[in-house]
Every structure is written in structure tokens, then in C-alpha cells.
């Protein structure tokens, strides 16, 4: 069985830093995909990135970047000048290639202050 | 755009009773899931579905049912509603079974507490 952990369940910084949320797993599979899912405070979760494990390069999306070490089993997240709108709860989910159902983490509670 | 969306924000209901939730998508998406979200333990799968009337158990069947006679609606049933199904249930929906995973796009839930 696939399992995802989300060691942080919370942090906290300031408006303009930057902050990088943990993610490991734990698969026997090799090809799989990854993803980090944001759910702003009372509103629907959102898709933030993916990652193919089968590509070596890093996927990025604007300030959002990931961390993707296949051999450590680790994916982490990584938001440049952060704003206060990043302010959510960050999941980390997984995916088994040709399957179509998520496996979570846990989930990390991210606070921007001003 | 993409839009789930769910009966109920918020619902209170009694142990014992009988519970629907509802979910609908506007995409013409095959796949649809159903979700419970708790504190410290994320997302869990409950069931889901990847064409009308077939269904898939997930994680933590355990005490739910589900309904798709229609591509466009998936329903959660509660049976019996017992106090450690108080939680926050989401929905989902994918586009198609092919290979390749499509993004799931998540309704804004339902915090159900049974009492």
C-alpha cells in the first residue's frame, strides 16, 4: 500500500519569504505522479503542481516549485515571496500510473502573516 | 470553468437517520469521488466511481453506500448515521479512465455532524 506523510502540520512566516513544505512517501511502484493540492480557509482545493516521476526535471508553476527526489522518496514544495493569499491548508497526494484514485498526506496548515 | 458542487454546506443530522449528500459536476468528467476529510489524517477515500452504476470501494467504505445512475450526479449515503461519521466530506471529479491521471476538481464540501 501506498502511504504519504506530511511531517509539518503547521508553519508559519512572513509575507515575502520563503517557505518550503516536507512530503515522503512510501511506494514500491515506479511509475507513479505526485501532486500538491491547496484548500484555501472555506473554499474549494485547488490543483498547485504535478509531477511525473518518470521526468527528472523539477516541475514549476510560477512561484510554486517542487523538490522531486525519486531514490529519497521525497517531494517538497516550495513557494517563493509568499503572499497572504498562499494562506491554506497544503496537501501532498499520490497516484499510481494507470489508477485514478489519490492517496493524501496529511496535510500542512501554511499561515502568511503581514 | 470546472464546477462541483455539493447540496449542502452544512448539515447536522441525528444518529440513526438516514443521510444524502449530493454531488453534482458540470464537466461531463467519468471519474467521481467521494472523500472524508478529518484533522492530522487528511483525505481518505471512501468510494468512487468511473461510469454510471459502477462504483469502487476506497479506503474506509465501512458504513457508506453510493448512487450514480446519472454521469453528472454522484450520492453518498449514510445508512444509519453513527457520531464518528461527523466529518468533512468532499467531492470530486476527473475527467477520464484513460492512463494519464487528470486533475480532480473537489466541490467545497459538507461538514456533516451527527449527534
Known amino acids: 500500500a501506498q502511504t504519504v506523510t506530511q511531517s509539518q502540520p503547521e508553519m508559519s512566516v512572513q509575507e515575502a519569504e520563503t517557505v518550503t513544505l516536507s512530503c515522503t512517501y512510501d511506494?514500491?511502484?515506479?511509475?507513479?505522479?505526485l501532486f500538491w493540492y491547496k484548500q484555501p480557509p472555506s473554499r474549494q482545493m485547488i490543483l498547485v503542481i504535478r509531477?511525473?516521476?518518470?521526468?527528472?526535471q523539477n516541475a514549476t508553476e510560477n512561484r510554486f516549485s517542487v523538490n522531486f527526489q525519486k531514490a529519497a522518496k521525497s517531494f517538497s514544495l516550495k513557494i517563493s515571496d509568499s503572499q497572504l493569499g498562499d494562506t491554506a491548508m497544503y496537501f501532498c497526494?499520490?497516484?499510481?500510473?494507470?489508477?485514478?484514485?489519490?492517496?493524501f498526506g496529511q496535510g500542512t496548515r501554511l499561515t502568511i502573516n503581514p | 470553468d470546472v464546477k462541483v458542487t455539493q447540496s449542502s454546506r452544512y448539515l447536522v443530522k441525528r444518529t440513526g437517520e438516514k443521510v444524502f449528500l449530493e454531488c453534482v459536476q458540470d464537466?461531463?468528467?467519468?471519474?467521481m469521488f467521494w472523500y472524508r476529510q478529518d484533522p492530522g489524517l487528511g483525505l481518505r477515500l471512501i468510494y468512487f466511481?468511473?461510469?454510471?452504476?459502477?462504483?469502487e470501494k476506497g479506503d474506509i467504505p465501512e458504513g457508506y453506500s453510493v448512487s450514480r445512475e446519472k454521469k453528472e450526479r454522484f450520492s453518498l449515503i449514510l445508512e444509519s448515521a453513527s457520531t464518528n461519521q461527523t466529518s468533512m466530506y468532499l467531492c470530486?471529479?476527473?475527467?477520464?479512465?484513460?492512463?494519464?491521471?487528470?486533475?480532480?476538481?473537489f466541490g467545497p464540501g459538507t461538514r456533516l455532524t451527527v449527534l
Open positions: 470530486a471529479s476527473s475527467l477520464s479512465t484513460s492512463g494519464s491521471p487528470d486533475t480532480q476538481y
Open positions: 511506494t514500491s511502484e515506479n511509475n507513479y505522479y
Open positions: 509531477q511525473e516521476a518518470y521526468k527528472q
Open positions: 497526494a499520490f497516484m499510481i500510473q494507470g489508477a485514478q484514485k489519490l492517496v
Open positions: 464537466m461531463d468528467h467519468e471519474n
Open positions: 466511481s468511473y461510469d454510471v452504476k459502477m462504483k
